[in-house]
């Protein structure tokens, strides 16, 4: 499940930084309290949970590059051991400590007027446990009345835990579990919040 979260939180990370445009000569910062990258895991073929991470970082430079950094160790499962297990036997943070979120953003996207939303599909990459690899993200873009940019995945996005060489840990969390299964693909979804930085 870890492998899902992270996949998860990268994808949503990646798609939620690529719809946020950034604006002529003007760069933008994630607003962490505002944003959370969610993913769903699958146990024993029929039991489903939300996980989430705790801590994310990332902005847009002032040339469009947006890069979002979710924080591994900051994974969140409700479950104290879960969330340990998920740290030291899948995602292997201590080498792998965070999952990085790529993406070019279209100047157009900053120049919506306040209140009014784009669906737009971004090509984000997602560089995970050593590994790299593209995805298109399906997100919705709205002009906040405060200024920022959110950006919500509107269709989830499935991530394989396969791509990124984390099948191994998956069955490791699931022998340790002593459960019969644990999903290898997962949905993930989110929001993501970008907000002019100032001078």
Do not use: C
């Amino acid at each position: 499940m870890n492998v899902l979260l992270k996949n998860f939180a990268a994808l949503g990370g990646a798609i939620f930084l690529a719809a946020t445009s950034t604006a002529a000569l003007a760069s933008w910062e994630l607003d962490g309290e505002r944003s959370a990258v969610q993913f769903m895991s699958v146990k024993n073929a029929s039991v489903a949970e939300l996980h989430h991470f705790r801590a994310i970082t990332g902005g847009i430079s002032d040339t469009g590059a947006a890069q979002v950094a979710l924080d591994l160790d900051s994974v969140e499962t409700l479950v104290p051991i879960r969330n340990q297990r998920m740290r030291e036997l899948l995602f292997e943070t201590v080498r792998f400590p965070a999952a990085l979120l790529n993406a070019e953003v279209p100047q157009s996207l900053t120049e919506l007027p306040i209140g009014q939303s784009r669906d737009t599909a971004i090509e984000v990459e997602v560089d995970l446990h050593g590994v790299k690899q593209a995805y298109i993200a399906e997100v919705l873009v709205t002009r906040l009345s405060d200024g920022g940019l959110q950006v919500v995945i509107s269709e989830p996005i499935v991530v394989k835990a396969a791509d990124f060489g984390l099948d191994g840990g998956i069955e490791i969390l699931r022998e340790v579990a002593g459960l019969k299964s644990i999903s290898t693909a997962v949905p993930v979804s989110g929001q993501l919040v970008f907000v002019p930085e100032s001078d």
